[in-house]
């Protein structure tokens, strides 16, 4: 059944010439912008292989969260939602799927970036090194969020579908990317402090495993967050039968 799930996102991805280009244009441009600024050189090379990295950081991090919300938003919008269920696919499959389905499609950004970096960038691969050992924390993150994002809109319904790809930009956003977490306000700080991508950058721009183990946890309790909520609200929806008009 997952398999047929993720064949069915697969063609309907990849047979949608918008989809295709939206999927295809974000992640390059990331990774023309930063690395032609690191290949330039205007900058200290550390300070724009850290700038790469964060950028693909947060490009990587939109493809897994809204990869994975994608195809549920899609649904919602076709009606085709309802219609699954009432085949007997249950809301773990429907999930799982899509998670795979956006962590194929983050993996193969990833990959591409660490390939295409040394190759037309010039990179070296030591600092893309934090690229791939800060995976496990924006990919808990990213997946959490999504979770997040799944239940809020069938809680709230398919007007709020915009948080698919307006929520990860907006918790980045907060997560001081560009600027050490000491320099930001301090109304703005409290928030940061609570993000895992915040303690990701930190970790890019500094190193330590303070950083690092922290953040962890903090993407790992919001993966926990966003099963829990999801599965509650989707356990809700069904009873009360707003799942067939979604």
Excluded at 108 to 130: I, Y
Excluded at 195 to 205: D, G, I, L, N, Q
Aim: hydrophobic share 55%.
């Amino acid at each position: 059944m997952i398999l047929a799930l993720l064949y069915r996102d697969f063609i309907a991805t990849f047979t949608d010439k918008g989809r295709l280009f939206e999927l295809v244009l974000y992640p390059l441009s990331f990774l023309v912008i930063w690395g032609l600024m690191f290949k330039s050189g205007i900058v200290a090379p550390e300070l724009a292989a850290q700038l790469l990295v964060i950028n693909l950081i947060w490009s990587t991090s939109s493809s897994l969260q809204g990869q994975t919300n994608g195809p549920i938003m899609y649904d919602l919008w076709s009606r085709e939602f309802a219609e699954l269920l009432k085949e007997g696919i249950t809301m773990q499959l429907y999930i799982v799927a899509r998670v795979l389905f956006g962590t194929a499609i983050g993996v193969t950004n990833l990959l591409v970036f660490l390939l295409a970096s040394p190759l037309f960038f010039g990179v070296p691969a030591s600092q893309l090194l934090p690229l791939v050992t800060t995976f496990p924390i924006y990919w808990c993150a990213s997946i959490g969020l999504a979770y997040v994002v799944a239940a809020l809109v069938i809680r709230l319904g398919r007007s709020y579908a915009f948080l698919a790809w307006t929520g990860l930009q907006f918790i980045v956003t907060l997560s001081s990317p560009y600027t050490p977490l000491e320099s930001v306000p301090l109304w703005l700080r409290v928030p940061a402090y609570l993000s895992p991508y915040a303690h990701v950058f930190e970790h890019v721009r500094n190193g330590g495993m303070t950083w690092y183990m922290v953040g962890l946890l903090e993407g790992i309790l919001l993966l926990v967050i966003g099963m829990v909520a999801y599965r509650r609200i989707f356990k809700e929806a069904k009873r009360v039968g707003r799942l067939v008009t979604a």
